[in-house]
């Protein structure tokens, strides 16, 4: 991994058209699908990032072919699937990773892996997942071990106890706890699961399911029931575009008023924060295309206000875009509050922000008060996680003068290639080696 950071000048005028690409939170689950069968399976419209590469590479220590078929598109074929020999040092790299413990389950009745990485917003605990497991019959030992001076957890599972008809109950609304209860249950003779997420990674994994065989009732829903299948066909699929950066763009010509055109856009799973995006003053046009997607225009706004943005599950406004709207507070009118009811590290970019001049009040590790509007400046700030990465480029776009964003790494595993795509829209940003 190169250390690299971005070297941002702000206050360009921005415009022209961001095509949004492929999304990392729908790919993961369609992927850890293919391990459920030894036929070939095609998924296209894979995302160019750091943590999808990340994953092909522990795929391709465990013997499972990979092979690229046009820029993004791949065939997948598990057949010589052997999980013993995972490259554990990668899987405690990224948070993806916990959705290949189900698929290696379903598959062979075990799986070692270790406490996932990621970013760093807080405690990101595996407890829902292993409450689903325990649940499913699933025997878990855990044990630590020391790595380069750090303790890390190594998770050993073995399915001990199968049952024909299952019944779990999510102790909170998890989008991969779900996934996890989804993929496990592929080979159970039928499963009930209460609490389910509904969001887009879990309508893809869905569908995935369904075309290799698996019969799925309820999807869309809080309650479902999967019936499995011992023999999971192949499938083909198109990975949907991705919400999350979608609404990344979206404020961020918002927030440079820019005048820019967001392309690719699924409207359904950003209904809600276009409603809320309304309601605090956005004038936009959504421009209706096929197949349920959109193009948004943004138009100049005057007077916003954005008085509460409370992180909720979907349908409600998605956690991974409340940091951006952070930023967008700084530049509109009043109080704003911010709340994360579940992860008390999502507001740690806010310190960047208060060192560009932002007036913030940090209420507690959840809660958070932002002023405005402020004028930013350019400073060095560090990227602790992806999204608070990719709202710090958005305030470096809106401040005077230079901004340097190092630890630019957490941003390239969910932004493929930010730098060339803001710079085609007039975005003076340059990526250099420390």
Known sequence: ???????????KKLSGELEVAGSKNAAFPVLAATLLTDEDCYVDNIPLIEDIFRLFEIYASMGVEVEWLSERKVRINAKNLNPKKINLELALKFRGSVLLIGA??????????????????????????????????????????????????????????KKDDCFVILDEISVTGTANAVLLATTFNKTSIFGADVDYPNTQLIEVLQEMGVKVIGGGTHNIQIEGNRKLKGFRHFVMYDPIEAGTFIVLAIATKGDILIKNVEYKFLSFPLKKLKSFGVSMDIIPRENGLVDVKINPSKNLNVKKVQALPFPGFPSDLLQVMGVLATQTKGQTILHDPLYEGRLKYLEGLTSMGADIFLADPHRAIVNGPTRLYGQDVGSFDLRGGASLIIAGLIAEGQTTISNIYQVDRGYEKIEERLGKIGADIKRVEK
Not at 1 to 11: D, P, R, S, V, Y
Not at 112 to 123: D, K, R
């Open 1 to 11: 991994m190169i250390n690299e950071k971005l070297i941002i000048q702000g206050k």
């Open 104 to 161: 290696l389950l379903a598959r062979f009745g075990k799986a070692v892996l270790p406490q996932p990485g990621g970013c760093v917003i807080g405690v990101r605990s595996i407890d829902t997942h292993l409450d689903v497991f325990r649940q499913m019959g699933v025997d878990i030992k855990k044990e630590k071990k020391k790595k380069k001076n750090k303790d890390h957890s190594i998770y050993s599972f073995v399915l001990k106890n």
